[in-house]
């Protein structure tokens, strides 16, 4: 396949880069198996990032991607972040703390500055991706002219139409089953394509291609998405309870003990899919008030969640999963990558 010459892969299988979960030894652990590892890095700083990507080309000499947000950035009208915060001053009490006097941008967009792309020419990884839009135009020349190869996610077939249009390489097209936050570019706006839906739509209007991502988890799906047209497929939620990721024991022990995800915005101020907890049924109720923008509202649900679990009490924890969590299997890295390539060879 024209992708994995591109890519310089073995196996049409990404893994999924998931921010705060990823490692480099997760990411080298796919890669030497052939697949193409992956840093979710946007949440990083510019050093802590390098030293990530140092990692990681110290455990695999093959191929991996690094990933960034690239969202709008928005000032944060603070009549609602003190509302905000105010609806939970009695939930922090409950745990011995006070809640922040005010909200901070926890998160730089790739596109506010020209540090993570830098940093990207510096330490030449195979391939970045970009997750809620678009880099800037000399961003993307500038990647392109080093050799390395370019990907953003789309929620629908606009976005991946623009991306094209863009001079991107290649889309992720993220259906509405995908475990953590939506890439949409414009948060108020989520158009809801099942993936399937969604790689068909993306490879019968679009040249570039396409990789499935959301709601894959065994090697009969991912076949599936290749026969609808996409050239790869991209999976998160399958590997986070491998030993290597960064997730935490709570977080694995929930993977395979709930299977009922929904999307909430109250988490970040972005949409994301999550293991349904107490955002979802205390704070997403009909009279929520209205959420500060990402990642303002992050800032909060972190140092909640913090304190919470201080007091043994994980239900406002951000556990990103899909919707076919429960069809999640306890397999190291190499092994779930060797799994699904014996169940794409088989399947019917």
């Known amino acids: 396949m024209a992708l994995l010459k591109q890519l310089n892969i073995k196996h049409p299988i990404f893994l999924a880069p998931m921010a705060g979960v990823s490692t480099p030894e997760l990411a080298a652990e796919v890669s030497n198996q052939g697949g193409l590892g992956s840093l979710g890095l946007g949440a990083h700083t510019v050093e802590a990032a390098r030293e990530q990507i140092i990692q990681t080309q110290a455990l695999t000499d093959n191929s991996f991607q690094v990933n960034f947000f690239c969202h709008e950035t ?31 941008c926890i998160y730089p967009s790739f596109k ?13 990884p195979q391939a970045v991706s970009f997750h809620f839009g678009i880099p800037h135009e000399h961003q993307i020349q500038a990647l392109k002219d080093a050799g390395i190869i370019t990907m953003v996610s789309a929620t629908n077939l606009a976005e991946a139409q623009a991306i094209e249009a863009a001079g991107i390489d290649i889309i992720i097209a993220q259906g509405i089953e995908a475990g953590g936050h939506r890439g949409v570019f414009n948060q108020a706006f989520d158009s809801a394509v099942k993936t399937s839906d969604l790689v068909q739509l993306i490879h019968q209007h679009c040249a570039i291609p396409v990789v499935a991502a959301g709601g894959v988890m065994n090697g009969q ?39 009922i995800t929904q999307i909430t915005e109250s988490i970040s101020g972005r949409p994301a899919r999550g293991l349904i907890n107490h955002w979802h049924t205390k704070i997403d109720t009909p009279n929520r008030i209205a959420v500060p923008s990402y990642p303002y509202t992050y800032d909060l649900a972190k140092q909640l969640h913090a304190a919470a679990v201080k ?7 951000p556990f990103w999963a899909g919707s076919n969590v429960s069809q999640i299997r306890e397999l190291e890295a190499a092994d779930l990558i060797n799994q699904l390539v014996l169940e794409m060879i088989h399947a019917r």
């Open 221 to 259: 799906q991912a076949k599936h998405m290749l026969s609808l047209g996409a050239s790869a497929v991209q999976l998160g939620t399958a590997f986070v309870q491998c030993k290597s990721s960064n997730a935490n024991a709570a977080y694995r022990q929930a993977l395979f003990q709930q299977n």
């Open 311 to 317: 007091h043994g009490e994980q239900g406002y924890a």
């Open 112 to 124: 506010d500055h020209n540090d993570y792309l830098n940093l990207v020419l510096e330490t030449q």
């Open 74 to 104: 928005t000032p944060l009208n603070e009549q609602i972040a003190q509302a905000w915060i105010a609806q939970f001053a009695p939930v922090f009490a409950q745990y011995d703390v006070t809640p922040p006097a005010q909200l901070k």
